[in-house]
């Protein structure tokens, strides 16, 4: 393991104190009982995230683990036994904020870990941590996703762009922890599997008989959709190619997005859109024979599922936004403005060269060959 640069606390920690390199193994140090894992936003990011998660998990066995998300997602890790609590605070609330930071450094506070996991590591929860050495109880062990103060373990340098997850698994290997989980690990309540199994005899549904689109993201990245009409020509690939029905996902930002793509497909369509919760996406995922997404946040929900997943990247760049899992493919245009990260664009060329037949190929190409 490479430890060169290594920084660790002292016995009396301050956030600047050092210790020589050495063989490192914190899952091997008795001390270490009680952790707290930071994961905010965004969806993407945070389901990708479960995936360090389940490995601080298995190289923990015994240990109490908290995690520390927002409002938004505390729903996705109710009743998941990787954790003791799960809690949240309202911290981007421009109102809020002041008074939600004060209410995160008592609860912090109070519950005295002996190593922090940020896998945040914003300016925000950098602060956060700041003040909880004034405080006196920042613990001797911080994992970050960056090497910056206050975290003594942090990823080693890594070729730009690089993909947060491999971030995050170095920042685990300089601890002493062995990341080994391919793809996003989340906790299935018996109440989704119910509803999707409710929804397979309703709609006919069985597996391998089906492909899911992802075919929106939120109103404001409007840039990453491929657009309705090319989805609608790709149902009738996926239809042709021996794939009896699609299924389209979506939450309240897709649900025109989806209306457009069921009334021009031509093909058996299941529009679900605005029907399932966001964990209901995995196990029905579990039995397509593809998902084809945008660069969108379910898409990383989907990849929990273990399934065969093509990303249609324009704007962004696949090196940084693909989900991670044994069989994931990425199709983006060869075009010198691709990656813009542009929140508006005149002409959208990266989306409109990529053809509905070249997604259908790299689909196939990806359930022959596991993913590229």
């Known amino acids: 393991m490479n430890n060169a640069g290594l920084r660790h606390a002292s016995r009396n920690p301050g956030i600047h104190a050092t210790l020589k390199p050495s063989a490192v193994d914190l899952p091997g140090r008795d001390e270490i009982r009680r952790i707290l894992i930071i994961k905010w936003s965004a969806l993407g990011d945070v ?3 479960t995936a360090i998660m389940n490995d601080l998990r298995h190289a923990f066995p015994g240990r109490e683990i908290d995690l520390n998300t927002l409002p938004p997602w505390e729903s996705l890790f109710r009743g998941d036994p990787r954790f003791r609590e799960v809690f949240a605070f309202d ?29 945040q590591s914003s300016d925000r929860s950098r602060i956060l941590l700041g003040l909880l050495a004034l405080r006196g109880r920042l613990p001797r062990y911080r994992i970050g996703n960056r090497r910056v103060v206050p975290y003594n373990f942090y990823p080693d340098p890594l070729p730009w762009p690089s993909h947060i997850h491999d971030r995050m698994a170095s920042a685990l290997r300089n601890a002493g922890i062995e990341p080994r989980s391919e793809r996003p690990v989340l906790h299935i309540p018996p109440a989704s599997r119910a509803r999707v199994a409710a929804l397979s005899v309703e709609h006919a549904l069985t597996p391998g008989g089906y492909a899911v689109l992802l075919p929106g993201c939120q109103a404001a990245g409007y840039l990453k959709r491929w657009g309705a009409q090319r ?17 389209l996902i979506g939450g309240p930002d897709e649900l025109e997005e989806c209306q457009r793509i069921e009334a021009s497909a031509g093909v058996p369509v299941v529009n679900l859109c605005g029907v399932t919760e966001i964990l209901d996406i995995v196990p029905l995922c579990e039995g397509a024979r ?10 990383h929900v989907a990849a929990a599922a273990g399934c065969p997943i093509v990303l249609i990247c324009g704007p962004t760049d696949p090196r940084r936004v693909r989900p991670i899992g044994p069989s994931v493919a990425t199709v983006q245009a060869e075009l010198p403005c691709i990656n813009c990260y542009r929140k508006t664009c005149s002409h959208h060329s990266c989306m409109r060269v990529i053809t509905p037949q070249r997604v259908l190929q790299a689909a196939l190409d990806t359930q022959a060959h596991g993913g590229t």
């Open 47 to 49: 389901v990708l995230a």
């Open 91 to 119: 911290l981007r609330n421009a109102g809020r904020g002041p008074a939600e930071m004060r209410r995160w450094l008592r609860h912090v506070h109070a519950q005295r870990y002996d190593l922090i996991v940020d896998l």
């Open 231 to 247: 989805y609608a020509a790709l149902g009738q690939l996926l239809h042709q190619a021996g794939i009896a029905k699609i299924v």
């Open 290 to 299: 593809v998902v084809i997404a945008n660069d969108t946040g379910t898409a």
